[in-house]
């Protein structure tokens, strides 16, 4: 299993979801944060040195697939959040190794 964590502009959260569910993903987190990339926020120059004045909203989304599924959700989600203005987000894939479902103790897979 692999665990896909994407930031996207807020308003894209409808749009991606809505592709992801349709591409087979059953479950996913979805959480509010701040962050910056490489425009470092908007920033200023104060006393001829840059300052990072504010942190830029984002969604984060974090998705656990089966491994087979991980290339085609990040290529879901990335045509589905693309703009191409600065700001679109990134997508990380990291490997899981365990899944547990609370309820009936389902694990990996079967937990999905
Ligand atoms: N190295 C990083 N580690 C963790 N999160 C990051 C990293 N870089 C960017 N992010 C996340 O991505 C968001 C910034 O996305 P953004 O699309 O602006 O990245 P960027 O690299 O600046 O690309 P762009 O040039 O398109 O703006 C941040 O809010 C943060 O959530
Ligand atoms: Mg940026």
Do not use: C, W
């Not at 701040?34 to 004045?53: L, N, W």
């Not at 987000?89 to 990291?94: C, W």
């Amino acid at each position: 299993m692999k665990l896909i964590i994407a930031t996207i502009k807020p308003f894209k959260l409808e749009e991606v979801r809505e592709a992801l569910t349709d591409a087979g993903v059953r479950g996913m987190m979805v959480t509010e944060i701040k962050g910056f990339g490489s425009q470092s926020g908007h920033t200023e120059i104060y006393r001829g040195a840059e300052y990072a004045v504010n942190f830029v909203p984002k969604i984060k989304l974090e998705i656990v697939v089966p491994a087979t599924m991980a290339d085609q959700i990040v290529e879901t989600i990335t045509t589905t959040a693309k703009t191409g203005k600065i700001g679109d987000g990134k997508i990380f894939v990291l490997d899981v190794e365990q899944a547990l479902r609370v309820r009936t103790g389902e694990t990996n897979e079967d937990a999905l």
